[in-house]
């Protein structure tokens, strides 16, 4: 166990009403319950009112806060008309410089593609707003035919397999980059 616990923010990016999302959740919930080095904020943006603008309104302020007391970030995405949600959008856009230097993971999830494109578009906004995203990814294709009527995962070990690479990929991120924050001297 590293000397100090990571704070890992999860965050479900989906608001719409009927959503998947909370599936997704819950089966990456019991992946990171193996973990043992992860300290989980759960960010369900469904349950924050975020403005389109930054005029103190709304939680935008508790939704930074949490975003800068994070080490690392699991962003949990569906994939709607080719992008991700503009509910995300506007989160993501609400911090900034709360996301430099810090790894941020991609959990998919969609009709034919699995929500990839909506994780590549991701990795863009990101890459401006000077966090790193990791290159493993988990991505559910055809989520809804995946997960049984409780919302357990059907055939559960290749994504499971790749739910682990993509968290020792995170973590290893997170203490390096850990380590470099507080190395710098702010200008």
Not at 139 to 162: I, K, M, P, V, Y
């Amino acid at each position: 166990m590293p000397e100090r616990t990571l704070r890992l923010a999860v965050i479900v990016g989906s608001v719409r009403a009927g959503r998947f999302a909370p599936v997704v959740r819950k089966w990456l919930e019991g992946r990171l319950a193996e973990q043992d080095d992860f300290t989980v904020d759960l960010i369900d943006l469904a349950d924050l009112v975020l403005p389109d603008s930054l005029d103190g309104s709304g939680d935008a302020e508790l939704f930074c806060k949490r975003v800068a007391g994070a080490d690392a970030f699991v962003v949990i995405t569906p994939e709607y008309n080719h992008s991700f949600p503009g509910g995300l959008k506007t989160a993501i856009d609400t911090a900034h410089d709360e996301w430099i230097a810090k790894p941020v993971a991609l959990v998919s999830y969609g009709g034919m593609a699995g929500g990839l494109r909506a994780a590549e578009q991701l990795r863009l906004v990101f890459a401006e707003l000077q966090a790193v995203t990791m290159r493993e990814t988990v991505s559910f294709h055809w989520a809804h035919q995946l997960f049984d009527e409780d919302g357990t995962l059907r055939d559960a070990e290749q994504a499971n397999a790749a739910a682990r690479s993509m968290l020792d990929q995170l973590r290893w991120w997170a203490v390096a980059l850990r380590g470099a924050r507080e190395g710098s001297v702010a200008a």
